[in-house]
């Protein structure tokens, strides 16, 4: 009894068209989800970025000048030569224009940025109540640089990272994705000389 190749080979044709269909289909959904969480994180940082500056904006004196001393190693700047740059710190706190000392980290178990405010009076004394805001923005790293050479600026970077869960996973690799900010902003209320030590 012959084989009839010609009853054979269509549906095998067929079936790996299907699949192949579906390899496209699948991989091409994995992109996509992947693009969208690389926008997202990038959106986030940005975000982050406006949120900074925006409170950054009424800043007239540093209030933690020895967090940002020589021996104080960078971890996200470097030199044009490639080492560690220094004057870094992870929280930034200072005095207002409208006499509020401000303080912004990086929550210390989330991936959030807590801004808290409180009021003080021109000796620096706190006298209103404390108010904390949270802005959940997957940030993993936070840093601040201040020079005494350049008194007048304040650099930062940002950087935020999905969550392994967001992800499409085909294996049991443990897929992120990171999205970046920096700036470098002008502090035009800047008073040399008037920040106040802890």
Same mark, same amino acid.
């Given at each position: 009894m012959g084989v009839q190749l010609d009853l054979i080979l269509p549906p095998i044709i067929v079936g790996m068209l299907i699949i192949i269909i579906f390899r496209v289909n699948s991989f091409m959904m994995d992109s996509s989800i992947d693009n969208r969480i690389f926008n997202d994180m990038q959106s986030f940082a940005e975000t982050a970025g406006v949120v900074l500056d925006d409170q950054l904006r009424t800043a007239k004196s540093i209030n933690n000048p020895n967090d940002f001393e020589d021996d104080?190693?960078?971890? &996200?700047?470097?030199?044009?030569?490639?080492?560690?740059?220094? &004057?870094?710190?992870?929280?930034?706190?200072?005095?207002?224009? &409208? $006499?509020?000392?401000? $303080?912004?980290?990086?929550?210390d178990d989330e991936n959030n940025i807590l801004i808290s405010s409180i009021e003080v009076d021109s000796d620096g004394n706190e006298i209103g109540s404390l108010n904390e805001s949270v802005y959940p923005l997957y940030v993993s790293k936070l840093e601040f640089q201040h020079k005494g050479t350049t008194p007048n600026f304040i650099s930062y970077k940002i950087e935020t990272e999905s969550d392994p869960d967001h992800h499409v996973q085909n294996n049991s690799d443990q897929k992120t994705v990171k999205g970046f900010a920096e700036r470098k902003v002008f502090l035009r209320n800047f008073k040399i000389g008037v920040a106040t030590k802890k």
């Open positions: 104080d190693i960078c971890s &996200n700047f470097s030199k044009q030569d490639g080492t560690a740059d220094t &004057n870094c710190s992870d929280e930034l706190e200072f005095i207002t224009t &409208n $006499s509020y000392k401000i $303080s912004i980290k990086k929550a």
